[in-house]
């Protein structure tokens, strides 16, 4: 049993993102999926990842998640344990288009990650953009972003 103690506390721990760079000195690079319409801007100093068809994109600041675009059904967003088994926090707007806002700690293996999203109905599912937090809010890097946001008709992939 005492065995399994640091387990648990590490288990039970909140993680925060490593501070994002100053606005006045981001340089910007351009992240485009086609087939959903969406286009974002990012600082170029983080990193993509993406892990299939229904989670887009995963952004890493020093190898932190810090923002992860997503297009999932509410069903499916609930069984990943993200936006879709929380109680709405507001109402905000992505890229022009009236938003449901939340505010959630998002589980990852031995950590949980304080959790801003702005989802919308898009091409048939749910559109969400869910950045990773320090002390509950975006910073000022991060709000850049959710208005730098463009979204556009869906193209078929060839």
Known sequence: MFRMLPLILLAACTSEPPANPQ?????????????????????????????????????????YPVL??????????AYDGLWGRNESDGEGFLAGKPAVLYAYDHAEPLTT?????????WSGKFLAL???????????????????VRLAEPKPVP
């Open 23 to 63: 606005p006045g000195t981001v340089s910007w690079a351009t992240w485009q999926d086609y087939s959903l319409g969406l286009t974002l801007d990012y600082p170029d100093t983080w990193e993509e990842s993406s892990y299939g068809d229904a989670h887009r994109l995963t952004l890493r600041n020093q190898g």
């Open 68 to 77: 992860s675009v997503s297009h999932l059904s509410e069903s499916e967003a």
């Open 113 to 121: 990650l304080p959790t801003r999203s702005w989802v919308i109905p």
């Open 130 to 148: 869910e950045f990773r937090v320090r002390g509950g809010q975006l910073d000022s890097v991060q709000q850049a972003m959710l208005s730098r």
